[in-house]
């Protein structure tokens, strides 16, 4: 049995410039397409309603790239994934010597931790510093996590910014059944209360925000593969969520009010800016994967992102007269396993991988009419499930506009940073 997936809406001719702007690199490599970047943000921010979106860094792993969409307008801060990452983000400079991101703009300066941390060293670094206390928000859900602070930091002179992290997963039959990740214990507007009159007893602590991420509702296609009755099921859970979200989120965020001042209240996803920028007690949204258009995103009913993150594998063996081999090729996407997590070869068309092998840690067998046409030393070009894993696995973006390549960025991993 062979696995078919789809090569997305890239053209013939974009893969065309493409290929000529990148005739003298040796795969692999990774390629963004500037042109289509550029759509993809200005569609976000079109898709927010006006409020500000927060770069969710996970989903791009790049700073030069995360520079250049907060420098357009709509965008504003960075949803970061872990401590030791916040605080590169917003240090001075780095262990490379390379000068840091903490130019005249700002552009990070307000950097969110979007996951709770334990990272002993990360925290003490934090609490010594006072502009990056000032600049990085830590999330919190638990006591438990409050008190793993003070055993780590004790009282700093310092007050640590901290956001709320609410659960938003839809609840049924008493908690019985849950749609949605697992995530935050807090749920209901008195849990909020009781974890929010713990970090006021901490005055070592800052409530500075509420956060809620609708993975279920965001990052769930409403229009993907398993016939009409799945896609109707998606569709009317994330409607009733999205209704049961709402009423909650604003009885979450006027109780936490009525004690604490907030600066945000940040939600959404890629998938969800629209319905999310319009609950008016959200402030902020966050998302990332639309900006590399990543191939899990081609499936959404309201919105299509232009596909801009590829990577490139050479052809290195015939084994037969109707398969082609590339080398590598097993850059599958985090999550539960299935189809839809593995990298598809989008050009040239109608490749599709084997059922027996999948993608492939040092080589990928490729089956369907375009493998007959391949012969050694040619290229495939693929695209990701998901969108910042990409740059895992490459050292360097090659950054394609108007036809020719116009710069080459480094990756986190290229910068020599591997967070998780």
């Known amino acids: 049995m062979d696995v078919h997936l789809g090569s997305g809406p890239a053209t013939a001719a974009g893969f065309d410039v493409l290929e000529r702007a990148t005739a003298e690199l040796q795969p692999p490599f990774a390629v963004l397409d500037v042109g289509a970047l550029r759509a993809n943000v200005a569609d976000m921010v079109r898709r927010a309603g006006g409020k500000p979106i927060r770069v969710a860094s996970k989903s791009v792993r790049c700073r030069s790239v995360l520079r250049s969409v907060l420098a357009v307008p709509g965008y504003r801060g960075v949803l970061a994934f872990t401590l030791p990452e916040a605080l590169w983000l917003t240090g001075d400079d780095d262990q490379s010597g390379q000068t840091g991101p903490t130019g005249p703009d700002g552009a990070f300066g307000d950097v969110v931790v979007g996951y709770p941390t334990t990272d002993a060293h990360a925290l003490c670094e934090l609490a010594s510093d006072p502009r990056r206390a000032a600049q990085v928000t830590i999330m919190v859900d638990s006591v438990e996590q409050l008190e793993l602070i003070r055993g780590v930091v004790g ?17 049924l039959l008493s908690g019985r ?10 749920h209901s507007p008195d849990q909020a209360l009781e974890l929010t009159r713990a970090v006021l007893d901490r005055p070592w602590l800052r409530l500075v925000g509420v956060m809620a991420y609708e993975a279920h509702i965001a990052g769930v296609a ?10 109707a099921a998606i569709r009317t859970v994330q409607r009733a969520s999205r209704r049961e979200l709402a009423e909650r989120r604003a009885a979450v965020v006027a109780a936490v009010r009525s004690l604490a001042p907030l600066e945000f209240v940040n939600g959404g996803g890629t998938g969800s800016l629209e319905s999310t920028s319009s609950e008016p007690c959200v402030t902020e949204l966050a998302a990332g994967s639309g900006l590399y258009g990543p191939a899990l995103f081609d499936t959404y009913r309201r919105f299509r992102p232009a596909p801009a993150a590829f990577f490139v594998l050479p052809v290195v063996r015939r084994p037969a007269s109707g398969i082609a081999t590339v080398l590598g090729g097993g850059w599958v996407a985090s999550g539960a396993a299935g189809a839809d997590r593995l990298p598809s070869p989008v050009w040239p068309p109608d490749l599709r991988l084997t059922g027996t092998e999948g993608a492939g840690e040092v080589q990928t067998p490729l089956a369907g009419p375009g493998a007959a046409r391949l012969r050694v030393g040619d290229r495939v070009w693929w695209r990701h499930g998901k969108a910042g894993e990409l740059a895992e696995r490459v050292d360097t973006l090659h950054l394609v506009d108007g036809g020719r ?4 960025v480094p990756t986190y991993r290229g910068e020599g940073r591997a967070w998780l």
């Open 405 to 408: 390549i116009v710069d080459a």
């Open 222 to 231: 409403d229009d993907g593969p398993g016939g009409p009755l799945r896609r």
């Open 177 to 186: 059944v849950h749609i949605g990740v697992r995530r935050s214990p807090v």
């Open 155 to 171: 009282r700093p002179a310092n007050p640590l910014r901290v956001c709320l992290d609410l659960d938003a997963s839809l609840r």
